[in-house]
């Protein structure tokens, strides 16, 4: 395993290769997160796999370039002008964050690569495979959406949580701990509850505060998600193998946006996952994983016939 930052498109971005001589898997972390969030029962199955795997921070999260001096402007206004289909004024877009990975992928020298996105991950993998299509082996889009406007939004109680602004850094850790948790808990998988331990999720939480802390970053990247309105006419783009994985108990992006995903993308595969939220518990990332694998191979498999 080796970490590292590189210049790419213009800022800086962290990342961590597991090495090896096999397909490139690239995984897009969400909003706000950072490349950490992966969970390694994941990250070591793909690698134990024979894939070499690549993890990466956004702009504006861990430990890549965060856009400090750009205004995120109210997000109580900008979330009403998205709602009213106005345009928004963004410091960037996501299809500034696929050209982000996409110069990964140059600055490490890897041609093309497996990606695999969750949630606002999964619109930038999105991106990647409709714009540069010969840089994209396979597209999986997990917990994520089309973008479409008729889609549903999140449940009532997550909508505000998530435009309610954290505690200021002076608050203290464990208030900061305190709240993440919280909003962990509040979009978690209920299928999958037995799996979650407070410890450790507190500890989890605790270990990305501290690797890095940058809530105005995350209010960018979720201004970039309100502003991508051509998203869904590009989906039909896509040529590569995809699968979309989705929890059917999703409160943050209900199953309908993956299902739409997969109506929008040419011979897309649609799973849902019963009993799985928005989370990454340690069954949501074994049950992932099963549906995963087999895709990746197959894919590979079929590339291999075809060449």
Same mark, same amino acid.
């Given at each position: ?91 960037y877009g996501l299809q ?50 089309? /973008? ?126 019963p009993g799985m939220g928005?989370?990454?518990?340690? /069954? ?24």
């Amino acid at each position: 395993m080796s970490a590292g930052t590189v210049r790419a498109n213009g800022i800086d971005i962290a990342f961590e290769d597991s090495g090896g001589s096999g397909p490139v898997v690239l995984l897009v972390m969400g909003l706000g997160m950072q490349l950490i969030a992966w969970p390694a029962a994941l990250v070591d199955a793909l690698a134990g796999a024979g894939y070499r795997v690549l993890r990466h921070d956004n702009r504006d999260a861990g430990l890549s370039t965060h856009f400090k001096g750009a205004d995120s402007g109210n997000l109580l206004w900008q979330a009403l002008r998205q709602r009213m289909g106005l345009p928004l004024d963004v410091p960037y877009g996501l299809q500034d964050m696929a050209q982000d990975a996409l110069g990964l992928l140059d600055a490490l020298g890897i041609a093309e690569a497996h990606v695999l996105g969750v949630s606002m991950g999964g619109m930038i993998a999105q991106r990647m495979a409709a714009g540069a299509p010969q840089r994209v082996r396979s597209l999986t889009s997990v917990m994520s959406s089309s /973008g479409a406007r008729h889609l549903p939004g999140p449940r009532a109680d997550v909508a505000a949580a998530m435009v309610r602004r954290p505690p200021r850094r002076d608050a203290g850790e464990a208030a900061l701990v305190a709240h993440a948790v919280g909003l962990l808990r509040l979009i978690g998988s209920p299928g999958f509850a037995q799996a979650q331990d407070e410890a450790v999720l507190a500890e989890q939480v605790r270990t990305a505060l501290r690797r890095n802390y940058d809530p105005a970053g995350t209010r960018r990247q979720l201004m970039a998600i309100w502003a991508d309105t051509d998203r869904p006419a590009l989906l039909g783009r896509i040529a590569c193998p995809a699968l979309v994985l989705h929890g059917e108990a999703d409160p943050l992006l209900p199953i309908e946006c993956g299902r739409d995903t997969a109506r929008r993308i040419p011979g897309a595969r649609f799973v849902g996952i019963p009993g799985m939220g928005h989370d990454w518990p340690p /069954g949501v990332a074994d049950r992932l994983l099963a549906e995963v694998l087999p895709f990746l191979q197959d894919a590979d498999a079929r590339r291999q016939s075809a060449a």
